[in-house]
């Protein structure tokens, strides 16, 4: 079954640092991943994606992943903080193939705080 | 463009009384996902469905019926609630697989149901 793990319940970061935020995943053949941001009463918002190519991404509001194929992880990452990226983010997967079945599962999320 | 809308936004229910969820999407979307998010929990899946017509069990599927007559909705049933299925519930749609650039999932806003 596949399945996602955020290791880190909250993440604790002073504006300006770099953060990161960890993400690994089980999954059969190659993976689809993403990451989705939370604000507080709201739905979720799609950041980035991996589906192939550079392991490398680039998303919205200044954050990448990298992804890593023999670790299984695909921490996201920003170089530079900033007071407003504090929210409760999610890392997801899904099969890469048709046939690999349909589920998009989502780990339990961690919370960013970044404070000044 | 609305995306995916939510009916309704809040909801209070008491013990043994039943409800629908309605998901609505105007992207043209084969996937379609229902969701609950508890504390701590991240997002589990419900039921999801790949296409008009057809429905499937997810992660936690008990209590819960689905029908995905027209392509646009995908509706969630409570037949008998439970106070157990106080949650926060979210819709989400996707494009199918095999789509590479177009396999994100669109989240609606949730609905906020508690059982009483």
């Known amino acids: 079954a596949q399945s996602v793990a955020q290791p880190e319940d909250q993440v604790n970061v002073a504006e300006g640092n770099p953060l990161t935020v960890k993400c690994t995943y089980s999954?059969?053949?190659?993976?689809?991943l993403f990451w989705y941001v939370q604000y507080p009463n709201r739905g979720l918002q799609f950041l980035l994606k991996?589906?192939?190519?550079?392991?490398l991404v680039k998303g919205s509001y200044g954050f990448e992943a990298e992804f890593n194929k023999s670790q299984t992880s695909f921490h996201l990452k920003k170089p530079s903080a900033l007071v407003s990226d504090s929210a409760l983010y999610f890392c997801?997967?899904?099969?890469?193939?048709?046939?690999?079945?349909?589920?998009?599962?989502f780990g339990t999320g961690t919370q960013l705080k970044v404070e000044l | 463009n609305a995306g995916v809308t939510q009916t309704p936004k809040f909801r209070v229910l008491k013990t043994g009384q039943s409800m629908t969820l309605l998901c609505a999407q105007d992207?043209?979307?084969?996937?379609m996902y229902w969701y609950r998010q508890d504390p701590g929990m991240g997002l589990r899946l419900i039921h999801y469905?790949?296409?008009?017509?057809?429905?499937a069990k997810g992660e936690v599927p008990d209590g819960y019926n689905v029908s995905r007559l027209k392509k646009q909705n995908f509706l969630l049933g409570l037949e008998s609630a439970a106070p157990s299925q106080t949650s926060v519930y979210f819709c989400?749609?996707?494009?199918?697989?095999?789509?590479?650039?177009?396999?994100?999932?669109?989240f609606g806003q949730g609905t906020r149901l508690t059982v009483v």
């Open positions: 991996y589906i192939t190519g550079d392991n």
């Open positions: 997801a997967v899904r099969p890469g193939f048709t046939g690999g079945g349909n589920k998009l599962t």
């Open positions: 989400a749609s996707s494009y199918v697989q095999g789509l590479g650039e177009n396999t994100e999932a669109f």
């Open positions: 992207m043209n979307h084969e996937y």
């Open positions: 469905s790949v296409g008009e017509g057809t429905t």
């Open positions: 999954v059969s053949g190659n993976p689809y």
